[in-house]
């Protein structure tokens, strides 16, 4: 049994792929040499499908080029954030970084996440020293004041000691001068 010019057709995609069996393949062979419209229908979804990979395989080498540029890049401005935010990379290295977060949105977010973080953390670190030293000098004001009532007591101590001593001395003195 021959097979015509639509059977052929509806088979062609199928041909190509070489999805058919042995019979169906060479009852199509057959049809295409001998009829010229279904050769260059089926020529023409050869080219179809070949343009198709090729620009499929050309997209992807493009994909993958760009990809694994932005992903050198991105490490690239990983390694070195700290490093500029803190205004320590050198000008080359900080002028890549300028370009690198003025064209990438997603760099330009993560530098102002890490801006404001660091000032965050900057702003905690001034807190945490200015109350220590309030803490240090509370405590050495509290020291001077303890002092101060020491040597007051201290003081009255002293003074009420000689008092008394005079006293002694002067009680003392007027025995024996009554004595004699
Ligand atoms: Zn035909």
């Known amino acids: 049994m021959m097979i015509n010019c639509k ?15 042995y019979v169906l393949r060479k009852k199509i062979r057959d049809h295409l040499e001998s009829c010229e419209s279904c050769k260059n229908k ?17 997209l992807s080498v493009i994909s993958q080029e760009s ?10 401005f990983k390694k070195n954030l700290s490093a500029y935010l803190d ?4 000008l080359e290295e900080t002028v890549k970084m300028k370009k690198y977060t003025i064209n990438n949105k997603n760099a330009k977010k993560e530098l102002e996440n890490s801006y404001r973080l660091k000032e965050l ?4 670190f001034d807190k945490t020293k200015n ?5 240090f000098s509370e405590k050495v004001l509290a020291e001077i004041n303890t002092s101060k009532k020491l040597n007051r007591i201290d003081f009255y101590l002293k003074t009420m000691a000689a008092i008394i001593l005079i ?11 009554m004595c004699i």
Do not use: R, W
């Open 7 to 21: 059977q052929v057709e509806m088979l062609l995609s199928f041909y190509i792929d070489g999805d058919l069996n």
């Open 67 to 76: 990809f694994n540029q932005t992903q050198e890049q991105y490490k690239f």
């Open 121 to 124: 953390l900057k702003a905690c």
């Open 131 to 135: 109350k220590i030293k309030e803490d």
């Open 167 to 177: 006293c002694v001395g002067a009680i003392t003195l007027i025995t024996i001068m």
């Open 87 to 90: 205004n320590e990379l050198p």
């Open 42 to 58: 089926h020529d023409m979804l050869l080219h179809f499908y070949d343009d198709m990979e090729k620009s499929y395989q050309n």
